[in-house]
């Protein structure tokens, strides 16, 4: 186990940060490891956990979550809020159910419905937009060619089909700005988090191939994070990733637009591009990072996409609220670590996320199972660090190391990942932390993009909804300015600037040597 006293975690070696980007040199990564800087401190915590869950995956995460509370986090006198969010009722009903049964003085639970309107509902309130844009954000230019950007034949389907995204942004919009429940539950939400007199975590999970969930959070994060708390409070991002049985309509194209519309909020070269043109609303609001939950290897091992995605949920949960939130919190510290230069190390910095933002937390592994597909990443990536931590009865030392060295079969990274063992009366479990990968890194990333090529333009619409209602097609070139992105789809001068090729990933704004 690594030795605590580590006096803050200051380390003011000589850096070399042209080879390894905001990393320093490879003694700081390996602080983790010996000296275990990440560890919670005396002066750290206690923590709150505060949870909004999008969709159909962020509903079913709460769910666990609830039901969790009463085993992991029993014996701790941690406060649990949570807000669930999606269109329709099907997945809320659950969470309802699971939330009778919580103590109520420590677990405060919230859910949303939003309604599915007709057409006439639906366009009546996007050609109000101008408006809702202009009270929200001064410097919005009152654009008079203004349309919405769905096609006005769409037919919106009924609540618990599947909303494509730019639908999903759509449908949450016009309920917001118009003030329907989701706009007071959100207020209600960011009080819990603003009057907590513990240390607030707060965390936004979604299934990054979703529709409603990756439609919806590119607005409500800007709306939570930047508008209610003032980027006050940590923030994380939780987005589960596909697995290879999920469905065929999955692998249409739409990870390529999400998982590049996150790549434009959280890198901070490409976020100043977009916030040159937009502002400072626009800034990046996962003020603690960005987390991807992997499922392959829990698949690869049950062949079944429901046995799966259960683990998966119930997992998350234990992992999140797991000794009042220290792990989360100590994955979290790592990153920002990791992300500080040790010149402009001190404990209170937050750290900027570069290219490099997409932070894995593999969860649904027990002792001696795969914790990380090798079908999760590309062949070239090489990470600075990853940490693996054993939970459960009889665990010791040994397990820990025997956990790392799996991990290391499959992953190779600049320093052999640490492990951590925390003996508790529960099934054994084991949990990896693989930070600061880029999108390249991803297996799937090259894959879908050639997928979204093949589409015709209606079609690569419907897969966007961040910037949608500015008027810009972020995935696709500007007509205005030759090499940057973001086409301009509402007869005015839009657009980003972020080059179209770092878009694509055919270029990287800033050094990712590994």
Known sequence: MPDHGHDHGHNHDACDSESL????????????????????????????????????????VIEEMIGAHADVAADTETPFHALAVDIGDAELVGVRHAAENAPVDRVHVQTVSLPAPDNSTLFAGLRRYREFLKTEYPRYYWNPNYEPWLPNDLEVPSAGAHFPRALAKGIYGIEYYQGGQVTSALDSFAESVLNSTQTPLVCIVFSLAGGTGSGIVVELARHLSTIRLGRRALVLGIGVLPSDGDPVELQDGRMFTTINELDCMIDSEKNKGVMAVWGDLYKNPFTAGFF????????????????????????????????????????????????????????????????????????????????????????????????????????????????????????????????LVFPSNETPTVSAFIPRLSKLD?????????????????????????????????????????????????????????????????????????
């Open 292 to 419: 991807a939950v992997p499922q392959n290897a829990v698949y690869e091992r049950t062949g079944d996409v429901q046995q799966t995605h259960t683990e998966i949920d119930c997992d998350l949960a234990d992992f999140v609220l797991r000794d009042g939130g220290t792990h989360l919190y100590e994955s979290i510290k790592a990153l920002n670590w990791l992300n500080v230069p040790a010149n402009a190390w001190h404990p209170a910095t937050r750290g900027e996320q570069s290219d490099r933002w997409i932070n894995l937390l593999s969860v649904g592994a027990g002792p001696g199972q795969d914790i990380v597909s090798a079908r999760e990443l590309a062949a070239s990536a090489v990470p600075d660090f990853a940490e693996v931590r054993v939970f459960g009865k009889e665990t010791d030392d040994q397990d820990g190391d025997t956990a790392a060295g799996a991990l290391a079969a499959v992953v190779t990274t600049a320093v052999r990942p640490g492990s």
């Open 21 to 60: 980007g905001l990393t320093t040199d490879l003694s700081r990564i390996e602080a983790l490891v010996t000296q275990g800087v990440h560890r919670i401190g005396d002066h750290e915590g206690p923590f709150s956990l505060h949870v909004l869950g999008l969709g159909k995956t962020g509903a079913n």
């Open 442 to 514: 991803m297996e799937f990333f090259v894959a879908s993009r050639e997928v979204y090529d093949s589409l015709d333009w209606e079609e690569k619409l419907m897969r966007h909804a961040w910037l949608l209602d500015l008027g810009v097609l972020l995935c696709e070139p500007s007509t205005r300015f030759e090499g940057v992105g973001g086409e301009c789809i509402l007869g005015c001068a839009c657009w980003v600037v972020v080059p179209h090729a770092a878009i694509r990933g055919e270029l990287e704004l800033t050094e990712t040597t590994h």
